[in-house]
């Protein structure tokens, strides 16, 4: 075994693929269950709901596009961090977006267990849920440790049919709606508020997370100059129209989404019957499977970034001599995901993903400007009006900070000690390779 570096890795991610990888990223096992959340809040504005959310998360992934186009080697968001700010404020970012990753998935996990009750009562119960977890996670770790290019198969196959699966449940429904028309809604309980499209959108900055984790890998990417921003674009595109057209169909065929927690199924229930809930099911187990796939491609990478630079101890880097993968960041990463996801649960993990994403977020907004002045000659894709863009991302993100509930932030004031502890640790290094 021997620490090695990015150029070490092999590009065989192409345009499509990361694109691929980016909605594998995004849509897990929240586009099956937030439906009821974002309707409980705002009843029949909900589908609205989702456009306000992505003009905002469009706003984030700008600023991602053009700082992630100047840079070709492993790392994302730490690596932007670290350049624009410095190696404290990199080391930061990178725990923060560490921790982001780490919980969503194990939330997401957790989520799998949940759904295989329709199918396994027993999924739920200690012994099974943590043997089913660990083989879950397990068979992701091998395919994941054996090489780039099979995990980036498994990931574009579990893409399409996840997406294949949620496009049929919306052409069908809107059939559906046509033929027979809305049914008739429950009244909300509630005058809809501002607070509630804050918690909303709250929520739904959540579900179109995770994009950012794709970076990881740009050392893997064949052309990440030219094909960061296009595949952030599309990808996005079709995530907002997926998920706003299953809020149109769940407004429209159940007439209180909230009295479910599954409302997908439920709603496909309605339509055709039970056979079609199970479908659906089986989708939403596709759908998870396919979210923690893209995660255990692309989170052990920032890892290896950090000790590739002198972050972390060296034998995080090292690359696999026969599969070319950081086998050892990918072993480490495995072995916390499993840990979170059998400890924690889904709401906590997924509360506390939520609070350190949007502290990553605003680092992007930050990074802009700084970059543009330390690097104005930079061979990178330019955003038209950067800087005010970068200004309303920052707003935006103060803003939902202000809204994410604080019972997890002892947890993200504890990570950040760490991640100082660390800078202390690792501050007298060699730190000129960038």
């Known amino acids: ?29 929240g586009v099956f269950g937030l439906p009821s959340v974002v309707a409980g809040r705002l009843g029949k504005y909900a589908p609205l709901a989702y456009l306000v959310a992505a003009a905002g998360i469009a706003l984030v992934a700008a600023c991602l596009g053009e700082v992630a186009s100047q840079f070709s080697e492993t790392g994302g968001p730490y690596l932007y961090a670290r350049m624009a700010l410095g190696r404290f404020w990199g080391i930061q970012i990178a725990w923060m977006t560490w921790l ?34 660990s083989a879950l996670i397990g068979i992701l770790a091998i395919i994941n440790y054996r090489g780039v290019r099979s995990a980036t198969r498994v990931s574009d196959f579990l893409t399409s049919i996840k997406i294949f699966l949620l496009l049929m449940f919306i052409g069908v429904g809107l059939g559906w709606l046509i033929g027979h028309g809305q049914v008739v809604r429950a009244p909300l309980t509630h005058a809809v508020t501002l607070q509630d ?35 952030l674009f599309y990808a996005l595109t079709l995530v907002t129209v997926i998920y706003t057209l299953v809020q149109v169909v769940i407004n429209g065929t159940l007439a209180n989404p909230t009295a479910t927690e599954r409302p997908l199924a439920e709603s496909a229930r309605h339509i055709f ?79 506390l993903s939520a609070v350190a994403r949007l502290l990553t977020y605003a680092s992007f907004a930050v990074a802009l400007p700084v970059l543009r002045k330390k690097r104005p000659e930079a061979d990178a894709f330019r955003l038209r009006g950067g800087p005010l863009i970068a200004i309303l991302t920052l707003a935006f993100c103060v803003v939902l900070f202000m809204q994410t509930p604080l019972s997890n932030l002892s947890f993200v004031l504890a990570v950040i000690a760490i991640a100082a502890l660390n800078w202390l640790l690792v501050r007298d290094n060699d730190a000129t390779r960038i």
């Open 1 to 29: 075994m021997r620490a090695e570096s990015s150029s070490d890795l092999v590009r065989t991610i192409g345009r499509w693929s990361l694109a691929a990888l980016i909605v594998n990223s995004v849509i897990g096992g």
């Open 100 to 133: 982001s990753r780490i919980a969503a998935a194990s939330g997401t996990a957790n989520l799998f267990a949940t759904y295989l009750v329709e199918f396994f009562p027993r999924a739920v119960q200690p012994v099974y849920r943590v043997t089913i977890l």
């Open 197 to 231: 499209w804050l918690g909303a959108v709250l929520v739904l900055v959540f579900a179109y997370g995770g994009f950012e984790a794709v970076f990881f890998a740009t050392g893997e990417t064949r052309d990440p100059r030219k094909d960061s921003a296009v595949a």
């Open 273 to 351: 019957g039970n056979g079609a809930a199970t479908v659906i099911a089986c989708g939403a187990l596709v759908s998870i499977y396919g979210y923690l796939g893209a995660n255990m491609l692309h989170t052990p990478r920032l890892t290896f970034a950090l000790a590739e630079r002198g972050d972390f101890p060296r034998f995080f880097a090292a690359v696999h001599p026969r599969f070319r993968t950081p086998h050892v960041s990918i072993i480490v990463y495995t072995i916390l995901l499993l840990t979170f996801t059998v400890v924690g649960n889904f709401r906590w993990n997924i509360t």
